[in-house]
């Protein structure tokens, strides 16, 4: 009795460990949502299982993967319960091994090939020598038949003919057996150059995601793991197309997408967003703050700086980052303006881990082993540059990097669009802003503190360190032009144009490029714009509105008898002329002297305003509607009264 309980109970035993035995799925990205700095990954894998209880292995998933974001979901037949999760990391050694060793086999069936065509050449070769006797005995025979003048001219042809098709198929024979070893020397020294490869590189490691699911009905299930990687960022950047005839803007609003996550999404389902995942969504607490005669001791949670002057970089401590690895973070600025660099390039040399700067030129590569390494900086338009770095384990590098732009010289390039392309883009682009449906690229869920973009196509971001293009929508706006001037600065009339976000999500911040017509105007910076709110574009200078500050008349006198002023007096035209086949309205600007001393007034003249209205600053304002071909003229008249015995600097 005892005897069968022992083995039920080893039956039962070895049935669960069978049950339990890891299987290892084939999984793809299906979708990510991407944020700010880091992006929400989610897999599939499908698989087919008897009731019972399973534990599956997600292999090859990123190192950066955040072990606590990991999450699964299952459907299938029946009752699906996930009974545990958990992270580990792994190894490359293995299967690089497992790769070497494949290709050894190939070099193995190759090597077998080249020696039947090297036997084969050895027969062909026997042939040749056999063939190759024969035709000199043949000759020899052949004289001594003429000199018995027994000449058998068939004998003759047929060992001519003998000797020539046995020849002429060794030969052949022979070049196909060598061409045959040349094709398999050349596949064995390719095959061979990726052993060398292989064995050269550096064991990596990658985590592996351990679920144990149990199921109640034999059927197909699906796995959907999702975890967030770090390695990933997302920024806007804006076309705006004002068509002038008609008065309408195509603005594009795309996401510039970056991901070195060390896996390529293919054919995914993409969604960008504002929010911030894991971020401290609580307020923090005040601690006490002492002060005292004495040293104080370093306070609970006070974080340890070390400056390594030399290289410009400072340490922050991070107990949160993995033993054994530190972290890169800084900023990439322009060295002349010291302006952030958007999408700036910051990579590992030798290593295939790097991250793009953000809209504040921002970057973060995290999870690095501890060690010197060279970053590498590379952007559009700036001369790269390499920096050495020493990683600390659990302490962030802490770097601000300036790029300097590329100063190019030589001869002027004129760059001419063709003509028919042009009216046939611009006929287009005029055709499609006079039609209210616009064409939907993403969905948009707009919520109290977040706005996702969930791309309605299927995009492809490959793992290289690269930005990559995706378009949110392209939406046709009315534009309200304004005409504004200060004619004393520059004589010349601005044109604005003023756009109503009527979306029901933000324009983010981001670089815009201006364009009118299928002109290049200009690139500028984008504040957020919050639904209902206005964009104003700067549009350049329109030609066909001109304007002009005059000075009429500029004289001086002397006033008063016991104490002697002087005074002089400004008398100015601004001219304005419409050459537009429009009626519009200009705001031009102007302004009178600020005395910093009380003995010096200045007095209006015209235009007649109260001094309420001029404000502090003394500016003048005008508003003018002029129609088409007409000229007006705004008189300003002023006059500037000060003692004689003193000097009055900063006047025209």
């Known amino acids: 009795m005892k005897r069968l309980f022992l083995f039920c109970l080893i039956l039962i035993s070895g049935i669960i460990f069978c049950q339990e035995k890891t299987q290892k799925l084939d999984s793809k990205v299906i979708a990510a949502t991407v944020f700010k700095n880091r992006a929400l990954v989610t897999r599939q894998a499908e698989i087919l299982l008897p009731s019972g209880r399973h534990v599956l292995a997600f292999s090859n998933l990123p190192t950066d993967l955040q072990n606590e974001s990991v999450r699964v979901a299952a459907e299938g037949n029946g009752v699906i319960k996930i009974l545990d999760v958990k992270v580990e990391q792994r190894f490359t050694s293995e299967i690089q091994q497992d790769n070497i060793k494949k290709l050894e086999q190939k070099i193995d069936s190759l090597n077998q090939q080249k020696n039947i065509a090297s036997d084969k050449i050895a027969v062909y070769n026997s042939k040749k020598e056999f063939v190759e006797s024969l035709k000199a005995q043949s000759a020899k025979f052949v004289n001594e038949k003429m000199l018995l003048h027994v000449n058998n001219i068939k004998e003759w042809n047929d ?330 600065i520059s004589p010349s009339v601005y044109l604005k144009g003023k756009i109503v976000n009527t979306n029901n999500y933000p324009f983010l911040e981001g670089e815009i490029n201006i364009f009118i017509d299928n002109d290049f105007i200009n690139r500028t910076f984008l504040k957020t714009i919050v639904p209902t709110d206005t964009l104003e574009l700067a549009l350049g200078i329109d030609d066909k509105i001109q304007i002009k500050k005059v000075l009429i008349n500029k004289f001086q006198e002397s006033k008063g008898f016991l104490s002697r002023n002087k005074q002089i007096s400004y008398e100015y035209e601004i001219q304005i002329t419409n050459n537009r086949p429009t009626e519009e309205s200009v705001l031009v600007y102007d302004q009178l002297p600020i005395p910093m001393n009380e003995d010096i007034k200045v007095n209006l003249l015209e235009p007649k305003k109260e001094k309420e209205e001029l404000g502090n600053d003394q500016k003048l304002e005008w508003n003018i509607r002029i129609k088409p071909g007409e000229k007006k003229i705004i008189p300003v008249k002023y006059t500037v009264e000060y003692p004689d015995d003193i000097n009055v600097y900063g006047l025209e």
């Open 159 to 488: 060992m001519l003919k003998y000797v020539g098709d046995n020849l002429r198929n060794i030969y052949s024979g022979l070049r196909e057996q060598n061409e045959i070893i040349n094709a398999v020397e050349e596949q064995k020294n390719a095959i061979q150059a990726e052993i060398n490869i292989s064995r050269g590189r550096k064991t990596k490691n990658y985590k592996e995601v351990i679920v144990t699911i149990e199921n109640n009905n034999y059927g197909k299930i699906k796995l959907y793991p999702s975890y967030l990687v770090q390695s990933a960022n997302w920024y806007p950047l804006y076309d705006a197309r004002v068509i002038s005839e008609n008065k309408q803007a195509e603005l594009s609003y795309f996401g510039m997408i970056h991901q070195s996550t060390g896996e390529d999404w293919r054919d995914i389902s993409l969604t960008l967003s504002t929010a911030e995942p894991m971020s401290i969504k609580s307020l923090p607490e005040l601690e006490r703050w002492f002060i005292d005669t004495k040293p104080l001791p370093v306070r609970h949670g006070a974080i340890k700086r070390i400056v390594d002057f030399q290289n410009g970089v400072s340490y922050e401590q991070n107990f949160g980052i993995p033993g054994g690895n530190g972290s890169i973070s800084g900023y990439v600025i322009d060295k002349s303006t010291g302006d952030p660099l958007v999408g700036a390039n910051v990579t590992l040399s030798g290593k295939n881990i790097g991250s793009a700067t953000d809209l504040n030129g921002k970057f973060l590569i995290p999870n690095i082993p501890e060690g010197h390494y060279i970053l590498n900086l590379s952007y559009i338009g700036y001369q790269p540059q390499n920096i050495n770095v020493k990683v600390i384990e659990k302490n962030t590098a802490n770097l601000t990097l300036p790029l300097q732009a590329h100063v190019i010289r030589g001869q002027e390039v004129v760059v001419t669009a063709n003509e028919v392309a042009q009216k046939s883009a611009i006929s287009q682009l005029r055709a499609t802003s006079n039609k209210k449906e616009q064409v939907k690229y993403t969905n948009v869920y707009a919520k109290e503190l977040s706005t996702s973009f969930e791309i309605k196509t299927k995009s492809s971001i490959p793992s290289d360190n690269s930005q990559h293009k995706v378009t949110i929508a392209i939406e046709n706006l009315p534009v309200e032009y304004s005409y504004t001037s200060i004619p004393k």
